[in-house]
């Protein structure tokens, strides 16, 4: 992974880490490494290719938490486990201090699929990548301007589990609202035509490194 300094910005191709903490606990559960497409005031771009080696959160015995009931997803011990991503690639867009990200997706042969609304805690930035908790809710939005709410069931099922409080959880809606209006007024990003760019061929896919766990500098005591 390249390092820099957490107040500047990465160059184009630069390779870091996307992760999130697990909910209600310090240590993360998702790592997936990327490139850098964009990095400025404005604006972090990043590609996550066909095939990237991840982290993911499992069940202890190596069930996937998709496969568990909802009822208790939240309550079941959990690990972590190494998996490649399928199918095609990901570009994820963070405006600095939105508590979202946009994520596009595309079918084979680079047909647009849909933007996807990831409701979340603003990015945290440091020399090795990004950091952030996921909140459960998300949006989807199509090419043709009609969007859904996304894993309400999943949102409601945290707050009856005590990973997330009545105050947190408004304050997830309140930022949802907002991402609405955002996709009604067509805004940045939809409006800004990324649905058109493509991965620059010279690039490699990032390795996940043995650390990819490690405490950001910047947060140790």
Same mark, same amino acid.
């Given at each position: 992974?390249?390092?820099?300094?957490?107040?500047?910005?990465? #160059?184009?191709?630069?390779?870091?880490?996307?992760?999130?903490?697990?909910?209600?606990?310090?240590?993360f559960h998702i790592a997936r490494p990327v490139t850098v497409v964009r990095d400025d005031h404005d604006l972090l771009a990043v590609w996550m290719a066909p095939g990237t080696?991840?982290?993911?959160?499992?069940?202890?015995?190596?069930?996937?938490?998709?496969?568990?009931?909802? #009822?208790?997803?939240?309550?079941?011990?959990?690990?972590?486990?190494?998996?490649?991503?399928?199918?095609?690639?990901?570009?994820?867009?963070?405006?600095?201090?939105?508590?979202?990200?946009?994520?596009?997706?595309?079918?084979?042969?680079?047909?647009?699929?849909?933007?996807?609304?990831?409701?979340?805690?603003?990015?945290?930035?440091?020399?090795?990548?990004?950091?952030?908790?996921?909140?459960?809710?998300?949006?989807?939005?199509?090419?043709?301007?009609?969007?859904?709410?996304?894993?309400?069931?999943?949102?409601?099922?945290?707050?009856?589990?005590?990973?997330?409080?009545?105050?947190?959880? #408004?304050?997830?809606?309140?930022?949802?609202?907002?991402?609405?209006?955002?996709?009604?007024?067509?805004?940045?990003?939809?409006?800004?035509?990324?649905?058109?760019?493509?991965?620059?061929?010279?690039?490699?896919?990032?390795?996940?490194?043995?650390?990819?766990?490690?405490?950001?500098?910047?947060?140790?005591?």
């Amino acid at each position: 992974m390249e390092a820099g300094r957490s107040t500047s910005f990465w #160059e184009p191709g630069s390779q870091i880490l996307w992760r999130y903490r697990e909910n209600g606990a310090a240590h993360f559960h998702i790592a997936r490494p990327v490139t850098v497409v964009r990095d400025d005031h404005d604006l972090l771009a990043v590609w996550m290719a066909p095939g990237t080696e991840c982290v993911k959160p499992v069940l202890a015995d190596g069930t996937s938490v998709h496969e568990e009931p909802l #009822e208790t997803r939240y309550t079941k011990p959990r690990t972590v486990q190494r998996g490649r991503w399928f199918g095609t690639g990901v570009l994820k867009l963070a405006r600095p201090g939105e508590p979202w990200s946009v994520w596009l997706f595309w079918e084979s042969g680079w047909l647009f699929k849909n933007w996807y609304v990831n409701l979340e805690e603003p990015l945290v930035r440091w020399d090795g990548g990004v950091d952030s908790e996921d909140h459960f809710l998300d949006i989807s939005v199509n090419p043709d301007r009609s969007w859904d709410w996304r894993d309400e069931d999943e949102f409601a099922q945290a707050q009856r589990d005590g990973l997330m409080d009545a105050a947190q959880a #408004e304050q997830v809606r309140r930022a949802g609202r907002s991402a609405v209006d955002v996709i009604r007024s067509w805004g940045a990003p939809y409006s800004d035509g990324w649905q058109h760019w493509r991965p620059d061929p010279s690039w490699s896919v990032p390795l996940l490194p043995e650390d990819w766990d490690r405490t950001p500098a910047h947060l140790s005591s």
